[in-house]
């Protein structure tokens, strides 16, 4: 294990985080990329884009979100004390909004009048169609088949914003798909169109963008615990499916040694069970989706179908700064089961008055296990990435009962 | 000189026009696929592009997506085309072939065995989609050992990019003829010459041509500027109904004697 001397000197010039990330697309996206980083390099830099984008996070996001100490949830657990990120108080009810602000205002910098976006639950489609709603830009989003099943309301909610959905028919008919579905439209329509992807993976530039405007998370969440409690907490979690939250939370805590950092995987029904979305805790490199990182894939390096009762978990690569900090030793990946997650949602909602998205509960769930193994004065972070409204009715089915 | 350099080498002083088929491995009866290449051979085809069935072909259009599938439905793994080479080598040791797939597959057989076995089995070149040139470091062990390394270029491909592919690129330099996925429709023949010929002028490699050649006269139109015309979907698409062995070859012959004839007619 090489050491580290500055985590926040990732990704280089070619996109690589140490053996991970990179640009693994075919010779069509290589000018289109280069573009893109181009833009992206620049306008980050640039005074007047960052005020634009802190203009638009505190007004129409609704930034900073509050860290919240949830006492009755910690005292139940009778642990350290339990901070919450609230990012489900943010406007579309999500961290996904912190990305798709920055990436239209990036998309309409380039002088793109149509957006596209994959999406799996279909909260990063409602954050992409309500951005384009809001600039006046038109919005295609692909979907797979089976997600659009699962997920009507969703689904409904981004027609209400004015974006096109499309339903995706082929492989496993999910996020890995659309994601596939949506690479291809932009190949062929990357004159005036912007591909807003939604998590930290993707080929460069995306995960180093992505994660850029989700940093703000931790940024705020390490002054705002400095500020409350006089020092950094014990340890920060978050749930990681490509990884967008998880990054936001972390990448500020990167450099502060003496903060552990856990990622809580979707396990599902049990790692051992082979139905799960761990790709980190069980899989192995391999290239996906544009870059080196972890992947679930069979002895023939095809993808694999993943498992999670969650579906914004539900996918068989991740981000490859997570593979990279894994590799580092610098973050822990665990997994949480479907089971484990469920009754984190329902001990938050009973002690604290809060639905939390069933992705948000498996980093709940992971909370809860590390404020058991710390003292009563012990701080433990979580990143409450997003709000449970979307999830009642998987909820209401999976305890069968009838709404 | 290896088997590709070899063949562009005979066409070239023979004055003839290169046809490259692309037919994705074991789609539709991965029991028929040794015939069906002997059967494209017998038809005229120069160098064979062997698709590498991938659960993620993400620049590929539909009906290869769909023949991947179906492939991959049926068990079809790198081992298996391997395999399929070799039988296919027992009774051909001149044509050509080349694997065209994604990188995670041979990433899970591991560079080093793949390369080994691959040269071992008949193999002369590979084309990894997912792969540029600024990533194809990972290639190094499949070059040591003596693979072609296909690289695409594109109509999006820049001029300094270009030097660096026409530089790198072993066996022939792959123009995909537009900025689409396989199997789209759109070509626009004046753009793709002109391009095609600066590429030619500074490529020590031969251009072969392909995405959206879908017949006799498409081939024919792009063959009046390329060293080779690469054609798939349309092809795929065509032996996608196969329902034995010798129905499969039928259609692989069927469908490219014509384009032959018609190349060398011109």
């Known amino acids: ?403 | 000189m290896s088997r590709i350099e070899r063949r562009f080498a005979a066409l070239k002083a023979a004055g003839r026009t290169g046809l490259i088929p692309f037919v994705t491995a074991g789609d539709p009866l991965p029991d028929a696929v040794v015939p069906m290449l002997h059967a494209l051979v017998a038809a005229g085809a120069d160098v064979i592009e062997l698709g590498v069935p991938f659960s993620d072909p993400m620049a590929d259009g539909p009906v290869i997506q769909h023949a991947s599938e179906r492939a991959i439905g049926k068990g079809v793994g790198l081992h298996n085309v391997l395999a399929w080479v070799a039988a296919f080598r027992e009774t051909d040791d001149e044509t050509p072939i080349v694997l065209m797939g994604y990188l995670n597959p041979v990433e899970m057989y591991g560079y080093e065995e793949f390369a080994e076995d691959a040269i071992e089995k008949g193999v002369d070149g590979v084309l990894m989609v997912d792969c540029p040139l600024e990533e194809s470091h990972v290639l190094a062990p499949l070059r040591a050992v003596g693979l072609d390394q296909i690289l695409l270029a594109s109509p999006t491909t820049t001029e300094m990019r270009l030097a660096a592919l026409s530089e790198a690129a072993s066996g022939f330099l792959y123009y995909v003829s537009f900025a689409g996925i396989t199997g789209a429709a759109q070509l626009s023949t004046g753009d793709i010459a002109e391009r095609v010929a600066g590429i030619r002028a500074r490529s020590k490699a031969p251009v072969a041509v392909g995405f959206g050649v879908r017949d006799a006269a498409s081939a024919v139109a792009i063959g009046a500027f390329a060293d080779a015309v690469v054609i798939g979907s349309a092809l795929v698409d065509r032996l996608s109904g196969a329902t034995s062995a010798d129905d499969l070859a039928g259609r692989a012959h069927d469908f490219l004697a014509p384009i032959r004839a018609a190349l060398d007619a011109r």
Request: charged share 25%; glycine share 10%.
């Open chain 1, 1 to 403: 294990m090489t050491e580290i001397a500055d985590f926040h000197a990732y990704p280089d010039a070619h996109g690589r985080f140490g053996a991970y990330g990179g640009i693994y697309v075919a010779e069509t996206l290589m000018e289109p990329l280069a573009e893109l980083t181009a833009a992206y390099e620049k306008l980050r830099k640039d005074p007047a884009f960052i005020a634009e984008l802190d203009r638009d996070l505190k007004y129409y996001v609704g930034r900073p979100s509050p860290v919240y100490h949830a006492e009755r949830l910690s005292a139940h657990v009778g642990g350290a004390r339990i901070l919450l990120k609230r990012e489900d108080l943010n406007h579309t009810g999500a961290h996904k909004i912190n990305n798709t602000v920055g990436q239209a205002l990036v998309a309409r910098h380039m002088g793109k009048t149509r957006i596209i976006a994959e999406t799996g639950a279909g909260q990063h489609g409602v954050a992409s169609a309500t951005v384009a709603a809001r600039m006046g830009l038109k919005c295609v989003v692909y979907m797979g088949a089976v997600d659009i099943e699962r997920q009507k309301i969703n689904v409904y909610r981004m027609r209400l914003l004015g974006a096109d959905v499309v339903p995706v028919t082929s492989g496993s008919k999910t996020l890995k798909d659309a994601l596939n579905e949506a690479m291809r439209d932009w190949v062929t329509n990357v004159a005036d169109t912007f591909y807003i992807i939604g998590t930290v993976a993707g080929p460069h530039p995306y995960p180093q963008m992505v994660r850029d405007f989700n940093a703000i998370v931790g940024r705020e969440a390490r002054e705002q615990v400095l500020e409350q409690f006089g020092r950094l907490p014990d340890v920060i979690t978050a749930c990681v499916g490509g990884g967008s939250n998880a990054i936001g939370l972390f990448h500020a805590f990167l450099n502060d040694r003496d903060v552990r950092i856990v990622g809580a995987e979707a396990a599902g029904d049990g790692i051992e069970t082979g139905r799960h979305a761990a790709s980190l805790a069980a899989g192995k490199p391999g290239v996906l989706h544009g870059n080196r990182t972890y992947v679930l894939s069979d002895a023939n390096g095809q993808i694999v179908e993943t498992h999670s009762v969650s579906a914004g978990l539900d996918y068989p690569g991740v981000g490859p700064e997570h593979a990279f900090l894994k590799d580092a030793g610098r973050a822990e990946y665990v997994g949480i089961t479907d089971d484990e997650a469920l009754e984190a949602f329902h001990l938050l909602a009973r002690t604290e008055g809060i639905l939390a998205a069933l992705e948000s509960s498996h980093a709940i769930a992971q909370g809860i296990k590390l404020a058991r193994e710390l003292p009563k004065d012990g701080l433990v972070l979580v990143n409450l990435s997003g709000r449970g409204d979307k999830d009642v009715h998987t909820i209401a089915e999976r305890e069968g009962i009838e709404l």
